[in-house]
């Protein structure tokens, strides 16, 4: 009992003289963005002024109904989508336009379809890193094609694979350039339960090996995904005019363990909040009877 | 496997088929002129008689051979020529709007031009028969490998383009990865296109130029020698390697297609 006080008191002296060299910094800043899309049948607004801070170092999931414009606001972070009206700040930098320090997986893989799995990756990381040897860029592709485990699959090109091995060259597409900020659009939805969990595991693994200064937004379907590797998850309401309905922290401690974490009830407390916001007919009474 | 070869067996079958109706209909028209038009047969033995010896390369006499080469080297300087500007420029109207809105009323003007129609203007120009072959073979390679190029280029899915500038490739790697490779299937289908025109073509040219080359010698050797036996042999010696060309094409356009 007095070591706990003892532990509590210097975890708080330790805390307020790193106070100033942990505050979080924030990685991403949307500003009230609203995006509109100009249809034949005139303007479509897909997410209307939405803001959200994301720290650095922060895991973050989006969740909502297909087609609420989750892939649209993370395209206004990665630059693919330009803002309406608003503004994203990334890295503390306005952005124009996408850039090398935020990875991007997309939901559809875009891989290139002439190029094999090696030469996909390659590319990338030529363009992305080009301070590096060639020596080095090699490296990079083989160790990063060995943790998705498709280093034997490297001259196949992406038509010769399956979706989730696509999805895999895509994630180690984007590991491998090593971006401050990672942004993934339904990165493990092709891959089975087993390869998911690796996936998982593995994203985990290169977060940690940053010291925990990645920056991770992650769309997803999944509940149970989202609340494994998230901070906060994003519920989003449904479109048009989509805005967030509701973030939902996951006070989970790290390192989380799948297993054991199921059981705790803070995640079956989270996991109940979070299928009650998505699916508006359930109330926690009804999962509770 | 087994299917394929089926299916192969089955082509061949109908190609023979076609072959024997053609010439079935060739020796009735044959026999109906009374021979003024030679029986395949005796076509046969024009032919045998124009492929003796056909590298003979006299100062005086040019073997079937050689001026089948010389033509097909006038088809080759022109049509390299006229790819040659085709694609890189097919390249700029497929990628810019404002180059496209610029240069396509000049193409829509130029292209219904009948290539024989620019004969006299090369002439004028080279001073030279040959040249002026040459340059026709280039004017009429230039639009359907220009067309097929910036309608390729201008479709380049989104997809492709958002990989480039998520990781920020060059403009030198976008076009030697990304542009090139999506190109290449619509480029092939120009280049078939092209080569088509300009083998048509070069015919004519060579009428009009003289000279070595197959043109000429149906003028020539053909219509002016009252051989119709020769014209007969030109004919289908012109359409045999245009179909090959055709097919070499068609064969690279397939292999740089690409399934997603
Ligand atoms: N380029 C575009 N032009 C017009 N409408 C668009 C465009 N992109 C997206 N939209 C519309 O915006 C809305 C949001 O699309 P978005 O792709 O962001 O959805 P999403 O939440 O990612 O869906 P999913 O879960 O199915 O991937 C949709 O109604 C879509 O039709
Ligand atoms: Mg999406």
Redesign the interface.
């Known amino acids: 009992m007095s070591t706990a006080t003892t532990n509590i008191a210097t975890k708080n002296i330790a805390d307020s003289i790193l106070e100033p060299v942990l505050t979080p910094t924030t990685a991403i800043g949307i500003n009230n963005v609203t995006v509109s899309f100009k249809t034949p049948k005139g303007t479509y607004t897909a997410v209307k002024e939405i803001s959200l801070t994301v720290q650095k170092g922060e895991i973050v999931s989006l969740i909502g109904h297909s087609g609420c414009g989750k892939s649209t606001l993370m395209g206004t972070i990665s630059g693919m989508v330009k803002p309406t009206t608003g503004e994203v700040i990334a890295n503390g930098k306005k952005v124009f336009g996408p850039g090398p320090d935020r990875g991007i997986v997309f939901q559809n893989y875009s891989l290139l379809p002439w190029l094999s799995v090696y030469r996909n990756i390659y590319e990338a990381v030529d363009s992305a890193l080009k301070e590096l040897s060639k020596a080095e860029k090699r490296e990079l592709v083989e160790r990063n094609l060995k943790t998705v485990h498709l280093w034997d699959h490297k001259d196949k090109l992406p038509g010769q694979l399956s979706g989730g091995m696509k999805q895999r060259v895509a994630i180690a597409r984007a590991f491998a350039i090593n971006p401050s900020i990672l942004l993934l659009d339904e990165p493990f939805g092709a891959l089975d339960a087993l390869t998911k969990s690796n996936m998982h595991v593995e994203l985990l693994k290169l977060w940690n090996l940053d010291n925990r200064e990645k920056t991770i937004v992650m769309v997803t379907h999944d509940i149970e995904e989202a609340i494994f590797l998230s901070d906060r998850v994003v519920v989003m309401n449904n479109g048009p005019e989509a805005t967030i309905k509701e973030i939902v922290p996951v006070p989970l401690e790290r390192p989380r363990n799948k297993k054991d974490i199921v059981h705790d009830p803070v995640y079956m407390q989270t996991h109940d909040r979070l299928l009650n916001l998505l699916i508006d007919k359930f109330s926690i009474a009804d999962i509770k009877d | 496997m087994k299917a394929k070869a089926i299916k192969i067996g089955w082509s061949v079958v109908y190609f023979v088929a076609g072959m024997l109706l053609l010439l079935g209909m060739w020796d009735m028209v044959s026999r109906m002129t009374k021979g003024e038009l030679p029986s395949p047969v005796a076509t046969w033995g024009t032919f045998k008689e124009v492929m003796t010896n056909p590298w003979q390369n006299d100062p005086d006499y040019k073997g079937i051979g050689i001026k089948l080469l010389s033509s097909l080297a006038r088809v080759g300087i022109g049509f390299g020529l006229g790819s040659l500007i085709a694609i890189p420029l097919g390249f700029v109207l497929g990628s810019s709007r404002i180059a496209m809105n610029i240069i396509n009323p000049i193409v829509q003007i130029l292209r219904p031009v009948s290539p024989l129609a620019w004969f006299p203007l090369g002439l004028a120009i080279f001073q030279d028969s040959p040249k002026a072959s040459i340059f026709m073979i280039f004017i009429c390679s230039l639009w359907p490998t220009l067309i097929n190029t910036s309608f390729g280029a201008s479709s380049i899915p989104q997809?492709?383009k958002?990989?480039g500038?998520?990781?920020?490739?060059?403009v030198w790697?976008y076009i030697t990865?990304?542009m090139l490779?999506?190109t290449l299937p619509h480029i092939f289908t120009g280049l078939r296109l092209s080569i088509g025109v300009a083998w048509m073509v070069i015919v004519a040219g060579e009428m009009l130029s003289g000279g070595i080359g197959l043109g000429y010698f149906v003028w020539e050797e053909g219509f002016n020698g009252g051989s119709i036996g020769k014209i007969l042999v030109a004919i289908l010696i012109i359409g045999a390697v245009g179909l090959l060309l055709d097919r070499i094409f068609t064969s690279l356009q397939k292999r740089?297609t690409?399934?997603?």
């Not at chain 2, 500038?165 to 060059?170: E, N």
Request: positive net charge; charged residues 20%; aromatic residues 26%.
């Open positions: 997809d492709h958002n990989v500038k998520a990781f920020g490739f060059s790697k990865k990304i490779p999506y740089f690409y399934a997603v």
